[in-house]
């Protein structure tokens, strides 16, 4: 059971970061905004 929840906290951080990036990347290529 603890093993699932470090997953689940794992997945939790790392999706952020990939938004984030997803939002960096836009505004490279839609500065305008």
């Known amino acids: 059971m603890k093993g699932g ?3 689940n906290g794992s ?3 790392i999706l952020p970061d990939k938004y ?9 290529y ?4």
């Open 20 to 28: 984030l990036l997803l939002l960096i990347i836009e505004d490279i």
């Open 30 to 33: 839609h500065p305008n905004r």
């Open 11 to 13: 997945y939790l951080h």
């Open 5 to 7: 929840n470090e997953m």
